[in-house]
């Protein structure tokens, strides 16, 4: 318990170091992610680890195993914030694995543990997510690289204002003797807290289609234009959005969302022209989220064509499902039945850095219950006692991964 209060502490401290005065705001490199990393830096430090940042900006730690030529397991969340953000999101999977490192107390394991703080995964600066965890699996490329933010400042000039060399980021790479990655994270949702649990399991993270349509009809006088010579795309655009949600309450676990509308000319006495809407839809299955997104765009172009308008869509994110390890995700299942709880298997809706490291080694994700479900805003939280279940989670997680058979395979591969 005392460990868990001085991890929710250290969150706290991280969220004062911010761009904005009041509010937390830690985007891509900025200054007070120098602040951040010099902090983290010296807990890690203190637990004996190794502490480096590679060029990508990441924080990365090395506390060595037993032997030197071990392989290691990744543990790792992301340092950056969106605007007006709690203290938690990203930053307490981060300190979870300082504060694993302290309870070990110099213990060593037949593996070692690198610790990974991400530079990047929101997204916020350069409108693209997940920088940090690209590095590490080769996929920060030149587009990427010359990539600007809202001040015209490119990825690579802003690593190089931080006092690191682009030149370097192939380094940033994950070792090769990398076993698997370990992300503990908020949940950002009410679903752990309806069920009543501290942890759950993410199993898959959700396929992501994101598109935007834009209703073309014809804008013309409010008062003598006949309701039935109208081409009001207002109206078009909302039967539409109406049909959306219908649409994914008939699907379980299928989420939809139009989070963006945009109206023009925009006058009261001004029949509506022209509306641009957003798509956001979400599901574990990447064969019924496809699905949905074709129904939906054949329904948005019927009902523009009812109603005498144009359609013009665009796909902005086609994002597939990304399946967690099996074994890593029965395993953190055993540890959380182990210190007490009923571990729940669930899907991340949101995307996390554990998608991109996927992609090379085998991940998992154990998920803290959201209070409220609140997420992306300072009143974001988490329990002292889920955070102490975590602990004790990842503690009992390390040493049943210590004594794994299946592991000892791995290793030997690795
Ligand atoms: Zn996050």
Redesign the pocket.
């Known amino acids: 318990m005392i460990r868990a209060a001085e991890v929710i502490a250290r969150c706290r401290r991280l969220a004062s170091f911010s761009e904005e005065t009041g509010s937390t705001l830690r985007t891509f490199l900025s200054p007070p992610m120098r602040d951040c990393h010099r902090e983290i830096a010296n807990w890690l430090t203190a637990a004996g680890a190794e502490v480096t940042v590679d060029a990508a900006g990441n924080l990365r730690a090395f506390y060595a195993a037993t032997q030197s030529s071990a392989p290691r397991l990744l543990l790792g969340?992301?340092l950056d914030t969106v605007p007006n953000a709690g203290p938690y999101?990203?930053v307490l999977?981060v300190v979870v694995g300082v504060a694993l490192l302290e309870a070990l107390e110099g213990r060593r394991l037949p593996f070692g543990i690198e610790v990974a703080g991400f530079s990047e995964?929101?997204g916020v600066r350069f409108g693209i997510p997940f920088i940090g965890s690209r590095a590490l699996v080769g996929r920060l490329d030149e587009e990427l690289r010359n990539r600007q933010d809202a001040n015209g400042i490119s990825v690579r000039a802003a690593i190089e204002r931080f006092g690191l060399n682009p030149a370097e980021i192939p380094r940033a790479t994950l070792a090769d003797d990398t076993l698997a990655y370990l992300e503990f994270?908020?949940e950002?949702g009410p679903v752990l807290e309806a069920l009543e649990l501290p942890l759950g399991v993410v199993e898959t993270i959700a396929a992501q289609t994101r598109m935007e349509f834009v209703f073309l009809g014809r804008a013309n006088h409010a008062g003598t234009t006949p309701m039935h010579l109208r081409h009001d795309a207002i109206a078009a655009a909302s039967e539409w959005i109406v049909a959306v949600e219908r649409t994914a309450q008939s699907y379980p676990d299928l989420v939809a969302t139009v989070g963006q509308f945009a109206a023009k000319p925009g006058a009261i006495n001004v029949i509506a022209g022209e509306v641009r809407v957003t798509l956001d839809l979400r599901h574990q299955s990447d064969v019924i989220c496809a699905r949905v997104a074709d129904m939906l765009i054949q329904l948005a172009e019927e009902i523009a064509d009812q109603r005498g308008l144009a359609l013009r869509r665009i796909v902005l994110l086609s994002q597939r499902a990304v399946a967690m390890d099996p074994f890593l995700v029965e395993q953190a299942e055993k540890a959380i039945r182990k210190i007490g709880c009923q571990p729940h298997r669930m899907v991340s809706g949101?995307g996390?850095?554990a998608m991109i490291l996927a992609e090379k080694v085998p991940a998992a994700m154990i998920f803290l219950r959201s209070p409220g479900g609140i997420?992306h805003d300072p009143a974001e939280s988490v329990k002292v006692a889920d955070v102490a279940k975590a602990l004790e989670c990842g503690l009992q997680l390390l040493d049943q991964l210590a004594s794994s058979s299946e592991l000892q395979k791995r290793m030997c591969r690795a």
């Open positions: 969340s992301h999101d990203g999977g995964e929101e994270h908020i950002q949101a996390h850095d997420s």
